[in-house]
């Protein structure tokens, strides 16, 4: 026999209805945050600053190979900063990923100058690079691929 639908039980039934997909939805959305964190890992790291990976030395352009270490496409990395022959520089990151300010000032033997230096020098260049590390022992300045050849 069937019963007679009475207002109230109507009324009653969208609320417990509404409690149980409220809770199913913080369910997928427990899923979908965890997720979010999962996949966003990798491309967190990607705007990370990754110097610290790579191994402080002396740096020569790939194309130059170790024998030409002390020429003109050898950088030297402090585990901070790069520095080209014959130059002192500050390696600043920028807010973009792999975009650095360099500045720098001519250095070299005992007159090596100090992070002040660089600084206060009138006569210091600023310039924009782009640097990737590539791994433990290379990384790329704008395009050019640079490998490790030994300690400083």
């Known amino acids: 026999m069937s019963r007679p639908f009475l ?18 939805s913080r369910g997928y959305l427990s899923i979908c945050a965890f997720l979010c964190i999962i996949f966003s890992a990798p ?17 020569v352009a790939a194309t130059v ?4 270490l002390g020429g003109g496409g050898t950088i030297d990395f402090d585990g901070k900063n790069f520095s080209p022959h014959y130059q002192a520089c500050l390696t ?9 300010r360099q ?3 001519e250095g070299q033997g005992a007159n090596y100058p100090t992070i002040a230096q660089i600084q206060g020098d009138p006569s210091k260049t600023m310039k924009e690079v ?23």
């Open 7 to 24: 207002s109230r039980e109507g009324a009653l039934a969208p609320t417990h209805f509404s409690g149980v997909h409220r809770g199913v």
């Open 43 to 59: 491309w967190n790291r990607a705007l990370a600053d990754d110097r610290d990976r790579l191994a402080p030395g002396l740096y």
């Open 65 to 68: 190979g170790c024998d030409g």
């Open 92 to 100: 600043q990151a920028l807010g973009q990923n792999a975009r650095y």
């Open 103 to 105: 500045t720098c000032i």
């Open 130 to 152: 782009t640097i990737a590390v590539l791994s433990r022992n290379a990384f790329s300045m704008n395009g050019v691929r640079y490998d490790y050849c030994g300690a400083r």
